[in-house]
C-alpha cells in the first residue's frame, strides 16, 4: 500500500521502486510462489501480473516518474540527485523491460493460434483475430521493429477488453479482474511514446542513420 500511494504522487519514485518492489521481500515471495505453477507466466495469472509489475516498476526506477508528480516539480539534493544519475541507463531498462513484456505478450497469440498452454481459440473468432495480433505484435515488441506503430496497435486491442469484459463488473482493475489488460494497455501507450529502447531493430537503424547524417556533415563540411 505504501508503495501504490508513492507511485500515484511521484514521491521518492527511484527509491521507492529499487527497494519496495524490485529488490525486496515481496518480489522473492512472488517468485516463490508463482514460478513453481510453471512457465511462461500465462499458465498462472498471478505470474503474469508480477511479470508485468516487475517490468513496469524496472523501468519506473530508472526514468522516474516524469511530469505531474511530486519529484518532478521539487527536484531537491541528496539521493534524488544521487538516484538521478540512473536516467542515462533508461534505454537500457526500456529495452529489457520491453522484451519482457514482448515475450508475455507472445505467449498469449501462441496459446491462442496454436494451443501452447491451453487450447487454442475457434478458427475465425473474435479470440482468434486477437490471437494474430498478440502473436505478431509480440514478435515485432520483443525484436524492436517498427514499435511504435505495433505498440499503438497492441494497446488498443487490450483497451477493448477493458471496456467490454471488465467494466461492467466494476470500475476498479482490482475489483473486475482487469489488472493485466490496464498492465498491458497503458505498458504498450508508454511505448508509442518512448520507443522501444536498446536491444532493438528500430535502436540499431537509429543509430546507423544518425551515423549516415553525421559523416554526411562532416564531409560537407570538408568539401567547404
Known amino acids: 500500500m505504501p508503495g501504490g500511494l508513492t507511485q500515484v504522487e511521484g514521491l521518492?519514485?527511484?527509491?521507492?521502486?529499487?527497494?519496495?518492489?524490485?529488490?525486496?521481500?515481496?518480489?522473492?515471495?512472488?517468485?516463490?510462489?508463482?514460478?513453481?505453477?510453471?512457465?511462461?507466466?500465462?499458465?498462472?495469472?498471478?505470474?503474469?501480473?508480477?511479470?508485468?509489475?516487475?517490468?513496469?516498476?524496472?523501468?519506473?526506477?530508472?526514468?522516474?516518474p516524469g511530469r505531474f508528480s511530486a519529484d518532478g516539480a521539487n527536484p531537491g539534493s541528496g539521493w534524488r540527485v544521487l538516484l538521478a544519475g540512473l536516467r542515462p541507463h533508461t534505454p537500457s531498462a526500456l529495452g529489457v523491460s520491453r522484451i519482457l513484456i514482448g515475450l508475455l505478450f507472445l505467449s498469449y497469440g501462441l496459446r491462442k493460434m496454436f494451443g501452447f498452454w491451453g487450447e487454442p481459440e475457434e478458427f475465425l473468432s473474435l479470440q482468434w483475430y486477437a490471437g494474430i495480433i498478440e502473436l505478431g505484435g509480440g514478435v515485432l515488441l520483443t525484436i524492436g521493429l517498427f514499435t511504435r506503430p505495433?505498440?499503438?496497435?497492441?494497446?488498443?486491442?487490450?483497451?477493448?477488453?477493458?471496456?467490454?469484459?471488465?467494466?461492467?463488473?466494476?470500475?476498479?482493475?482490482?475489483?473486475?479482474?482487469?489488472?493485466?489488460?490496464a498492465l498491458f494497455c497503458f505498458f504498450f501507450l508508454f511505448l508509442v511514446a518512448a520507443g522501444a529502447g536498446r536491444w532493438s531493430i528500430d535502436y540499431l537503424a537509429t543509430r546507423k542513420s544518425q551515423g549516415a547524417r553525421h559523416k554526411a556533415h562532416d564531409d560537407a563540411v570538408l568539401a567547404r
Open 12 to 64: 521518492w519514485t527511484r527509491r521507492d521502486l529499487r527497494s519496495y518492489r524490485l529488490f525486496d521481500s515481496h518480489t522473492l515471495r512472488d517468485v516463490v510462489l508463482y514460478l513453481p505453477d510453471g512457465l511462461p507466466p500465462i499458465v498462472n495469472r498471478q505470474g503474469e501480473i508480477t511479470c508485468l509489475l516487475f517490468g513496469i516498476t524496472l523501468l519506473l526506477a530508472f526514468s522516474g
Open 150 to 181: 505495433v505498440a499503438f496497435l497492441c494497446s488498443g486491442e487490450w483497451r477493448s477488453p477493458i471496456f467490454i469484459n471488465h467494466n461492467p463488473r466494476g470500475f476498479f482493475p482490482v475489483q473486475n479482474g482487469g489488472e493485466r489488460a
